[in-house]
Antibody
Framework: QVQLQESGPGLVKPSETLSLTCAVSGYSISSGYYWGWIRQPPGKGLEWIGS???????YYNPSLKSRVTISVDTSKNQFSLKLSSVTAADTAVYYC???????????WGQGTMVTVSS | EIVLTQSPGTLSLSPGERATLSCRAS???????LAWYQQKPGQAPRLLIY???SRATGIPDRFSGSGSGTDFTLTISRLEPEDFAVYYC??????????FGQGTKLEIK
């Protein structure tokens, strides 16, 4: 079955760039679907960050667009998130997920906690 | 920007009872691009309903979604012990920010 697994540093310093990767197994990214990132601050709700189509088209939340880059590496069957100039407000569990629409997701990774602190 | 408001914030019910969760949008949600997710502690969200009323793959038929425009409802016909969780609605239209509601916590009474 389709599985997604996030990886990356659990601690990032303020003003630096957060970088995460999502490895996909059981499905070839190049075959279709959207691939997205969603985050959840501790004890709070969900926020869509952005998504990428298998062709490379990207969709970003306007509130984060200036700081977000999502890319795909079909040779490794993975996609990545970069969030620049992070602050404590970016501390959250970050989920990667498969989307049937750019902003709606049917299969999720387990999530990875990222803390922004010096 | 469409804001989704879920009610109640917390719903206390017993297994076997019927649960009705509400999601109200500040503007009409285009083409019923409304989804419901279930999230248990320490787990990722799980898609339950999309297109306001279509069940996702593998979701039991005790879960149903309804509504259109600005008012949407998730109904769980007969609560099982595993249904106690937090539920989020989300609008995902092409002009949206993919915003989620603040969640309804369904707890055991």
């Amino acid at each position: 079955q389709v599985q997604l697994q996030e990886s990356g540093p659990g601690l990032v310093k303020p003003s630096e760039t957060l970088s995460l990767t999502c490895a996909v197994s059981g499905y070839s990214i190049s075959s279709g679907y959207y691939w997205g990132w969603i985050r959840q601050p501790p004890g709070k709700g969900l926020e869509w960050i952005g998504s990428i189509y298998h062709s490379g088209s990207t969709y970003y939340n306007p509130s984060l667009k200036s700081r977000v880059t999502i890319s795909v590496d079909t040779s490794k069957n993975q996609f990545s998130l970069k969030l620049s100039s992070v602050t404590a407000a970016d501390t959250a569990v970050y989920y990667c997920a498969r989307g049937f629409f750019p902003r709606a997701f049917d299969i999720w990774g387990q999530g990875t906690m990222v803390t922004v602190s010096s | 920007e469409i804001v989704l408001t879920q009610s109640p914030g917390t719903l206390s019910l017993s297994p076997g009872e019927r649960a009705t969760l509400s999601c109200r949008a500040s503007q009409s949600v285009s083409s019923s691009y409304l989804a419901w997710y279930q999230q248990k502690p320490g787990q990722a969200p799980r898609l339950l309903i999309y297109g306001a009323s279509s069940r996702a793959t593998g979701i039991p038929d005790r879960f149903s979604g309804s509504g259109s425009g600005t008012d949407f409802t998730l109904t769980i016909s007969r609560l099982e012990p595993e249904d106690f969780a937090v539920y989020y609605c989300q609008q995902y239209g092409s002009s949206s920010r993919g915003t989620f509601g603040q969640g309804t916590k369904l707890e055991i009474k």
